[in-house]
């Protein structure tokens, strides 16, 4: 079974506005940790943030953050004021926590073009 | 020490051929994992190590891959008798507990092309 999923299998977005990808999982275990990468057309995977289930706050890292309604099991990225550098797929994925460090789990992946 | 390397960076094999990828981690980190990667998708997890010994493996891993940790340091992924299907991008992550964020970190990955 999915247990990331990501519904936007594209999106445009203007230069210096925010875009939301969204991300759902599924997990029945009460610890996990979510995790957005950015892969570039270069290959490279480039961590974003991070938010642990058990954080009270949403994470955030510069013009990254991660709106985390965990009964929803939702963990949407925000990127605010969009760069033309910010173009490339975007990956949301889960690290179950029965094994610290183990296997991260991945969504399909989000392509977002930023536009001048 | 500079992340995550991959050997080679791209192959293109005829079908029926054997390949093998190299992954050296963050001499630190004592966990190394293998991804593969299909155009349009998210990678999908193969196998992993802690140290020398393969903890996991995926159901995806069929008997024509096998990848091995000798010392714990380097890896390598072989898969034999290639098929089209393999062509793909094998991405190796390495993380340690001790680390902290991002805790994993990734190579450029090998892409592969199966003719």
């Known amino acids: 079974a999915q247990k990331i999923t990501q519904t936007q299998p594209g999106m445009f977005v203007q230069e210096k506005e925010a875009v939301t990808l969204d991300c759902t999982y599924d997990t029945s275990d009460p610890s996990y940790g979510l995790f957005w990468y950015k892969q570039p057309s270069s290959g490279e995977m480039i961590f974003l943030i991070y938010?642990?289930?058990?954080?009270?706050q949403n994470a955030t890292e510069g013009r990254y953050s991660l709106n985390f309604q965990k009964a929803r099991k939702s963990a949407n990225l925000v990127i605010s004021a969009s760069q033309l550098g910010d173009s490339a797929m975007y990956f949301c994925?889960?690290?179950?926590?029965?094994?610290?460090?183990?296997?991260?789990?991945f969504g399909a992946g989000t392509q977002v073009v930023v536009t001048p | 020490d500079t992340g995550v390397s991959q050997d080679p960076r791209h192959k293109i094999t005829k079908r029926g051929q054997n390949v093998t990828f190299r992954c050296d981690p963050i001499?630190?980190?004592?966990?190394l994992y293998w991804y593969r990667q299909t155009l349009g998708q998210g990678p999908e997890f193969l196998t992993y190590f802690q140290n020398e010994a393969q903890l996991e493996k995926s159901r995806l891993l069929s008997d024509r891959f096998s990848a091995e940790r000798p010392k714990g340091s380097f890896s390598t992924l072989e898969i034999q008798r290639t098929e089209q299907g393999d062509s793909a991008m094998y991405l190796c992550?390495?993380?340690?507990?001790?680390?902290?964020?991002?805790?994993?970190?990734f190579g450029s990955g090998t892409r592969l092309t199966v003719v």
């Open positions: 938010q642990g289930s058990y954080d009270q």
């Open positions: 994925a889960m690290r179950e926590a029965t094994d610290s460090w183990g296997k991260l789990q």
């Open positions: 001499s630190e980190h004592n966990r």
């Open positions: 992550a390495s993380s340690s507990k001790l680390a902290g964020l991002p805790g994993y970190t």
